[in-house]
Every structure is written in structure tokens, then in C-alpha cells.
């Protein structure tokens, strides 16, 4: 079994900066890829980032250029550093990891995404 840990979360004014910190602990010889998710209230559940062992790291479109995700793979942590946040961000923010998958939209549809952390939650205020 594999267990994901957040932290960071918390309240942030429009256009202030918030980092996500994430570990990973347990069996961790089948994970593929690690990254976040997040749900916003009322909303479907999305991909945020995912960083694959091997492979380009994935973003959702509308955090292109203000979010990076970085792994560290030794310490297997991930991170999100998250600048000029917009209330539309504001979200349960959850650390993942899994098998992985190939190809298409896989990512964006959770394939491969086998471990969820608890979700830590981003306020942004306008």
C-alpha cells in the first residue's frame, strides 16, 4: 500500500503564491507517476499536474504558467508551487500517485492513478 501526505493548504488573496508539498510513503516500486488533482465545489474532479517516471509532465490548461509541479524522485515527494492563483482555483487540492498510463488523455480521465492523498483545501479571495 501506498500513503500520500499534503500540506500547504490554506487562504490566499488573488494573485498571491501558495506551494503544496506532498510525500510518499510505503511500496513504492510500482509507482509511475506522481502529481495533483483538485476539486472545486460543485465541480468534477481534475488533473492539476502529473510528472510520469518517464515522459513529459502533464498540466491542465489553465494553470499553464502559473503552477509548477516538481518531483523529487530520490525523496519521492511532489510539489506545486502555484503564483497568481484566481479564485477560480480555489479547490480540495489532492496529492496522487499510481502505475501510470500512455498516451492520449489518460491523465486528464485519472487512469493509472491508483493513490489519493486526504486533499488539502485552497481558499483564494478576491
Known amino acids: 500500500q501506498v500513503q500520500m501526505a499534503e500540506s500547504g493548504g490554506g487562504l490566499v488573496q488573488a494573485g498571491g503564491s501558495l506551494r503544496l508539498s506532498c510525500a510518499a510513503s510505503?511500496?513504492?516500486?510500482?509507482?509511475?507517476?506522481m502529481g495533483w488533482y483538485r476539486q472545486a465545489p460543485g465541480k468534477q474532479r481534475e488533473m492539476v499536474a502529473v510528472v510520469p517516471n518517464v515522459g513529459s509532465t502533464k498540466y491542465l490548461e489553465s494553470v499553464k504558467g502559473r503552477f509548477a509541479v516538481s518531483r523529487d524522485f530520490a525523496k519521492n515527494t511532489v510539489d506545486l508551487q502555484m503564483n497568481s492563483l484566481s479564485p477560480a482555483d480555489t479547490a480540495v487540492y489532492y496529492c496522487?500517485?499510481?502505475?501510470?498510463?500512455?498516451?492520449?488523455?489518460?491523465?486528464?480521465?485519472?487512469?493509472?492513478?491508483?493513490?489519493w492523498g486526504k486533499g488539502t483545501l485552497v481558499t483564494v479571495s478576491s
Open positions: 510505503g511500496n513504492l516500486f510500482m509507482i509511475n507517476a
Open positions: 496522487v500517485s499510481g502505475r501510470g498510463c500512455l498516451g492520449g488523455d489518460c491523465y486528464e480521465r485519472s487512469i493509472g492513478i491508483d493513490y
